[in-house]
């Protein structure tokens, strides 16, 4: 199996952690100095590192990554167009990495949707209203439950009601099942091993070019 296998998107419910601005770009949420690692270890620790730590690295208590219970939450609440700016992976890895696995936004950046999806962290997008009812609850009671239900495409709110939401299926599958492109065709190699032999490669019979 692929390197980038996970753990099947099972049933999700957490409290949500709150950081509703706008235009959240790649470079807030890990800053290019630390992009040099190929490898996900460490990069928690650097998550917002800019809003998270001031000059000599010392964490600002009033940002929410830095209270006692942010490693707890799964679920983080944003605004628009999350993850815009450059192309970076290590964007979704640094997230995963402290322990998000949805990230609730009424937009997202086209490439940083991919690299999510691919990386097990599931984006959410909703309208305008109901991004802002979200923000409305969390920000009246921060520990409130809130349910992700990716089988059914669908978030479960403490009172009840809930609020529909849609994946591309395929990346919903891989999400569903742990796994990713390559895993996905890993477990197809009986069907692939078929087509080869009955379909075995040709000979060119062109002249050659002395």
């Known amino acids: 199996m692929s390197d980038q296998v996970r753990d ?29 690692t190929v490898s996900r270890e460490g990069l928690a620790e650097h998550l917002f590192a800019d809003w998270r730590y001031d000059e000599d690295g010392a964490p600002r208590p009033d940002f929410v990554l830095n209270r006692p219970d942010a490693g707890e939450r799964r679920i983080l609440v944003v605004g628009d167009n999350f993850g815009c700016g450059s192309s970076r992976e290590h964007a979704p890895w640094a997230l995963v990495a402290f322990g998000f696995r949805a990230v609730i936004a009424c937009g997202f950046a086209d490439i940083f949707r991919s690299n999510a999806l691919k990386n097990g962290l599931l984006p959410i997008e ?12 969390v920000e ?10 990716l089988e059914a495409q669908e978030l479960t709110l403490p009172d009840g009601s809930l609020i529909g939401f849609s994946v591309d299926a395929f990346a919903r599958r ?6 990713d492109e390559l895993g996905y065709l890993l477990t197809h190699g009986e069907a692939i091993d078929a087509y080869e032999v009955a379909h075995p ?10």
Do not use: C, W, Y
Request: charged share 20%; hydrophobic share 45%; aromatic share 2%.
């Open 8 to 36: 099947p998107f099972a049933g999700l419910a957490s409290a949500a952690m709150l950081l509703p601005r706008d235009n959240i770009d790649t470079d807030q949420i890990i800053p290019a100095r630390f992009l040099k």
């Open 126 to 137: 909703l309208p305008p209203e109901e991004l802002s009812r979200i923000t409305r609850l």
């Open 140 to 149: 009246a009671h921060p520990d409130l439950v809130i349910s992700v239900d």
């Open 174 to 179: 891989m999400l569903l099942d742990g796994t």
């Open 201 to 210: 490669a040709r000979v060119s019979t062109l002249p050659q070019v002395p």
